[in-house]
């Protein structure tokens, strides 16, 4: 890493300091330049390769300093091991981040993999034709064909420039990479809407929050998601066939995917075992449910276990049960306590309402009787 150091770009007297270097030479070099010809501040007026970036965002007083040149040292390893490609999105991550300081510089420098360049994606017009032309395999900005020529492009780029934080360089747009979550939450299934307009369609992943709404209805050229047509509603849980998909709203969806979201592995099944038994008539329902997830359990399906865990909620211990283990029939207590309690069974496992116990419906025959 190599800077050119001078009183100013026309200045005759330039000198070039290399790194990693000693503090006190660089102290040296410096105080000679700004005495030669009478005294006047110093400071980087270009260097070489990568170092030519760095231009500007290198102080004068870090050249005077013991702990500016130790981080200049450590500043040029990750420099000089910094290929074309490498350059330039530096370059952008530094405008990107809007560094003032030799830490800001060193901590872009040292991780370049956070950051990503579209080379071929200068202006704000060409951002917007890049995201209107991949629309189809991102499912995002899906236009008509016949409302691709009335759009305005440079305002897509810019409205998305500032969603995604990127900036444009002379090489490419940088922004920052997008983190996977690595959260329980990053590997549930799929809860999909897709959105059409008479200008275009998007798919939105649900839950959806303030920015992925605000961000769905600049795609679709509405002011509200409400007029917008749900062509489609893709729910990657077992039970999906189980709610009804007729009148549904974007609302009612998001509430519902909320709730999904929040769910752990056993309550998902819970939720799936009540669908079965309750068969709610629409979506609106089924969020009500979700909502009330509390007042329902899965239970054991063993009728013998079931019958000494109803002797367990009345008081009973264990020694109590190992009395009763061979003059009981845990087999029919079981049975019984399952009526009481309105236990169903489901594909699901078996389940039980706590507030109010669901009743076994008659048979034909017995209605009829």
């Excluded at 509430?255 to 998902?268: H, I, N, P």
């Amino acid at each position: 890493m190599v800077f050119h150091v001078a009183k100013s770009r026309f200045s005759s007297e330039v000198e070039h300091i290399s790194f990693p270097a000693d503090a006190v030479k660089v102290r040296y070099d410096m105080i000679g330049l700004e005495e030669f010809g009478g005294w006047a501040p110093a400071h980087i007026i270009g260097g070489e390769g990568a170092a030519d970036i760095l231009t500007g965002y290198i102080k004068r007083d870090e050249l005077f300093s013991e702990d500016g040149i130790q981080k200049l040292n450590s500043l040029a390893e990750l420099v000089d091991t910094m290929d074309m490609e490498a350059q330039n999105i530096f370059a952008g991550a530094l405008r990107l981040e809007n560094t003032d300081n030799l830490d800001d510089v060193l901590r872009v420098a040292g991780s370049l993999d956070n950051y990503e360049m579209f080379p071929s994606i200068k202006t704000d017009e060409e951002l917007g034709h890049f995201l209107v032309d991949t629309g189809p395999i991102t499912g995002k900005f899906v236009f008509a064909e016949e409302a691709k020529p009335y759009l305005d492009y440079a305002k897509i780029g810019a409205e998305q420039r500032k969603l995604l934080n990127g900036v444009h360089s002379d090489h490419g747009f940088v922004k920052r990479r997008e983190v996977v979550q690595e959260q329980a939450v990053g590997s549930k299934p799929k809860f999909l809407l897709t959105l059409t307009s008479p200008t275009g369609t998007v798919r939105l992943n649900l839950p959806a929050f303030e920015d992925d709404l605000e961000q769905a209805k600049r795609a679709l050229g509405l002011d509200s998601l409400d007029s917008a047509v749900i062509r489609d509603a893709e729910i990657g849980y077992a039970w999906a066939h189980l709610i009804p998909m007729d009148s549904i709203t974007l609302e009612d969806a998001n509430t519902l995917a909320q709730c999904v979201r929040a769910m752990s592995k056993r309550e998902l099944k819970v939720f799936g075992a009540v669908l079965e038994v309750e068969e709610p008539s629409s979506l609106y329902d089924a969020g009500c449910t979700a909502m009330d997830l509390d007042d329902y359990e899965l239970v054991d399906s063993n009728e013998g276990e079931y019958g000494r865990e109803a002797l367990r909620r009345a008081g009973a211990d264990d020694e109590v049960l190992d009395m009763l283990d061979g003059f009981t029939d845990f087999d029919a207590l079981g049975r019984f306590e399952m009526e009481e309690d309105g236990v169903r069974e489901t594909s699901f496992g078996s389940v039980r309402r706590l507030s109010a116990p669901w009743r076994r419906e008659p048979e034909l025959g017995q209605a009829m009787g």
